[in-house]
């Protein structure tokens, strides 16, 4: 394994099909709560718990809650150097005539306010709704997304909303029950998001794996597929993982240094990708 730029930057330079795949590391930096591990409680809850389709049968005010919580403190997130290097990235890789796809597990849309382009959300988006009736998907930014979640949400109180049915976000088609676009715990990738993804990983040169431990399926058979078909695999995180032993490359730290130095991004690329 090895922590080379130089032999990196050759292996880039070879590279036709570049695919990254990030997780919730690289927007750790952004301040985003993982929700993963130690200190992943939101009030007295394990947020995993939370984040399945039992918990919003059960209870759908306090799973909007926690999801109010995460939309507010998303909205007033910034990308980091890291978020701004895979997009630096993606327009090199446009300009040299390589195919770039980018796969997040992040449901935060740093990547696109950062600039990136034709993202794949592998587990869905914080700012879209599906209808619990009609299964319409619609892309909602308000703050708050309904009237009877304004002020609510707060991690550090024990008192539940408790927010009637009707009263919590509704389809503006149907007027069903809506649930936050995301994929739960228990839920399958939607199957576009499987093509696209089975799509980008045939024929890929070169992996970044970025700010994830990749211990979730289908992820974490992305990078021994890419090894497995003679591609290279190189991560970017703050400690070992499950799937460093597929990695030929190694660059150990937090990604908003790490990124830009193994790409040759430079603080002056990086502050105009902040202005475009």
Same mark, same amino acid.
């Given at each position: ?20 795949? &990030? ?28 984040? &399945?389709?039992?918990a919003f049968a059960a209870n759908p005010s306090l799973v909007w809650e926690f999801y109010h919580y995460r939309r507010t403190i ?27 796809i980018l796969l997040t597990q992040n449901i935060d849309g740093l990547h696109a306010k950062a600039g990136s382009t034709d993202v ?82 045939q024929g890929c040169d070169l992996l970044l794996v970025v700010g994830t431990s990749a211990v979730v399926y289908p992820a974490a ?39 830009? &130095? ?15």
């Amino acid at each position: 394994m090895s922590d080379s730029v130089e032999e990196f930057s050759s292996v880039f330079q070879h590279a036709k099909k570049v695919v990254v795949l &990030t997780g919730a590391g690289i927007s750790a930096e952004s301040g985003i709560p993982t929700f993963r591990g130690e200190g992943g409680l939101w009030r007295d809850f394990d947020a995993t718990e939370l984040a &399945t389709p039992g918990a919003f049968a059960a209870n759908p005010s306090l799973v909007w809650e926690f999801y109010h919580y995460r939309r507010t403190i998303v909205a007033g997130a910034s990308p980091n150097a890291g978020h701004y290097a895979v997009a630096a990235l993606q327009r090199r890789c446009r300009r040299l005539g390589k195919d770039f796809i980018l796969l997040t597990q992040n449901i935060d849309g740093l990547h696109a306010k950062a600039g990136s382009t034709d993202v794949v959300e592998l587990h869905g988006s914080l700012w879209e709704t599906r209808c619990c009736h009609c299964k319409a998907v619609e892309a909602n930014r308000n703050m708050p997304i309904c009237p009877a979640l304004d002020g609510k949400g707060a991690p550090d109180t024990v008192h539940e909303a408790n927010i009637p049915s009707m009263q919590l976000p509704r389809c503006n088609k149907c007027n069903g029950l809506l649930r936050p676009r995301v994929i739960w715990f228990g839920e399958c990738l939607e199957r576009d998001v499987l093509r696209r993804t089975d799509d980008a990983l045939q024929g890929c040169d070169l992996l970044l794996v970025v700010g994830t431990s990749a211990v979730v399926y289908p992820a974490a058979g992305y990078a021994p597929l890419v090894k497995s078909q003679g591609g290279v695999v190189a991560e970017f995180n703050t400690e070992d993982t499950p799937i460093s032993y597929n990695c030929r490359f190694k660059f150990q730290g937090p990604s908003s240094v790490k990124l830009p &130095t193994a790409l040759g991004i430079g603080e002056d690329e990086l502050a105009e990708m902040k202005e475009t």
